[in-house]
């Protein structure tokens, strides 16, 4: 009995001191409103989508958003970064860390930095959590609505298993990949399909080495601007798969890129373009020479569309 009252005292005592250490840490104590300078368009979009956007101070080029720019990673602008006077700056996982100067500066002024992974999906499945987490208070928006969101998107997909194995492609010259450990990959994983392609990371392939693979389709999946034009499939890779009977459907995409809540709108999108490739295809009574082709242009209009759907 003694010893069993000792090692009920002992936890108790671990968990105060747990819970003294979480209530004194920075992002729990303060009572100041949140002044967010983020590195990264996925966790500047999370933390818009978190309802924080007027808590959002500074911002790369690249995040959609009317905060001044703060520069990047690469270039960091200090001066205007220290006008806006952010109390937490948020930068994406990687290797490198944060700048040895923006370190610096920031511990001088007190502000806080947090490292928030942004590369599997489950990264991307936790990401909302994670930003609230880093801000230390509940955010306007639960994050949970954004996870749910993004779950019901990954449920299976009857498509996805028709067209699988597959190849996801980001680049058709060169021929560039998703790997088998991208969050896009994994997102086709957890709706139903299969790839062709065991490799990591994003392999530039020749065409010898995507077609040894077998696919039984290839998804093209482009996200810029100036890739817009070419996301029409009618050279050499269409040329090579209706040869072979293989499936290609050509997609811009940007939504699928982005690793935050824009990929759950890309998702939705994705799902319906392909579920519509699927009865065109069992529709059609051509030779599997003349393999149909598919190309998805995601606007602004059907994004709007998609975003007001409950």
Same mark, same amino acid.
């Not at 005292?9 to 001191?17: D, F």
């Not at 190849?167 to 086709?188: C, H, K, M, N, R």
């Not at 693979?213 to 996200?223: L, R």
């Given at each position: 009995m003694?010893?069993?009252?000792?090692?009920?005292?002992?936890a108790?005592?671990?968990?105060?001191?747990?819970?003294?250490?979480?209530?004194t840490?920075?992002?729990?104590?303060?009572?100041?409103?949140?002044?967010?300078?983020?590195?990264?368009?996925a966790?500047?979009?999370?933390?818009?989508?978190?309802? @924080? &956007?007027?808590?959002?101070?500074?911002?790369?080029p @690249?995040?959609?958003?009317?905060?001044?720019?703060?520069?990047?990673?690469?270039?960091?602008?200090?001066?205007?970064l220290?006008?806006?006077?952010?109390?937490?700056?948020?930068?994406?996982?990687t290797?490198?860390?944060?700048?040895?100067?923006?370190?610096?500066?920031?511990?001088?002024?007190?502000w806080?930095?947090e =490292?928030?992974? #942004?590369?599997?999906?489950?990264?991307?499945?936790?990401?909302?959590?994670?930003? &609230?987490?880093?801000?230390?208070?509940?955010?306007?928006?639960?994050?949970?609505?954004?996870?749910?969101?993004l779950?019901?998107?990954?449920?299976?997909?009857?498509?996805?298993?028709?067209?699988?194995p597959?190849?996801l492609?980001?680049s058709?010259?060169?021929?560039?990949?998703?790997?088998?450990?991208?969050?896009l990959a994994?997102? @086709?994983n957890?709706?139903?399909?299969?790839?062709?392609?065991?490799?990591?990371?994003?392999?530039?392939?020749?065409?010898?080495?995507?077609?040894?693979?077998?696919?039984?389709s290839?998804? #093209?999946?482009?996200?810029?601007?100036?890739?817009?034009?070419?996301?029409r499939?009618?050279? #050499?890779?269409?040329?090579?798969c209706?040869?072979?009977?293989?499936?290609?459907?050509?997609?811009y995409?940007?939504?699928?890129?982005l690793?935050?809540?824009? =990929?759950?709108?890309?998702?939705?999108? =994705?799902?319906?373009?392909i579920?519509k =490739?699927?009865?065109?295809?069992?529709q059609?009574?051509?030779?599997?020479?003349?393999?149909?082709?598919h190309?998805?242009?995601v606007?602004?209009?059907?994004?709007?569309q998609?975003?007001?759907?409950?």
């Amino acid at each position: 009995m003694r010893q069993a009252m000792l090692v009920l005292l002992m936890a108790l005592a671990v968990a105060a001191c747990r819970q003294e250490d979480a209530g004194t840490s920075p992002a729990h104590l303060s009572d100041q409103p949140p002044r967010i300078a983020s590195f990264s368009p996925a966790l500047s979009a999370t933390v818009i989508a978190l309802g @924080w &956007e007027k808590s959002l101070v500074g911002r790369t080029p @690249w995040c959609k958003s009317t905060a001044p720019i703060v520069g990047s990673l690469n270039d960091v602008d200090l001066e205007t970064l220290a006008r806006m006077k952010p109390n937490l700056i948020l930068i994406q996982q990687t290797r490198s860390g944060a700048p040895a100067q923006l370190e610096q500066v920031a511990r001088e002024k007190g502000w806080r930095i947090e =490292f928030i992974s #942004v590369t599997s999906l489950d990264d991307i499945r936790y990401l909302p959590v994670a930003v &609230e987490h880093a801000v230390g208070k509940p955010a306007p928006i639960s994050p949970q609505l954004l996870t749910q969101a993004l779950e019901k998107e990954l449920t299976m997909c009857q498509a996805a298993q028709k067209l699988s194995p597959a190849i996801l492609l980001y680049s058709e010259e060169p021929i560039g990949a998703f790997g088998a450990d991208t969050y896009l990959a994994q997102a @086709w994983n957890a709706m139903g399909g299969t790839l062709a392609l065991t490799n990591k990371g994003n392999p530039n392939l020749s065409m010898e080495e995507l077609f040894a693979t077998q696919p039984k389709s290839i998804i #093209v999946i482009v996200g810029t601007v100036g890739d817009k034009d070419h996301a029409r499939p009618y050279g #050499v890779l269409s040329d090579a798969c209706a040869k072979r009977g293989v499936s290609l459907l050509s997609l811009y995409a940007p939504q699928l890129l982005l690793p935050g809540p824009e =990929f759950t709108t890309g998702l939705s999108l =994705f799902r319906a373009e392909i579920q519509k =490739f699927c009865v065109v295809q069992a529709q059609s009574i051509q030779a599997p020479c003349t393999t149909p082709v598919h190309t998805l242009e995601v606007t602004a209009e059907k994004l709007s569309q998609f975003a007001k759907k409950p």
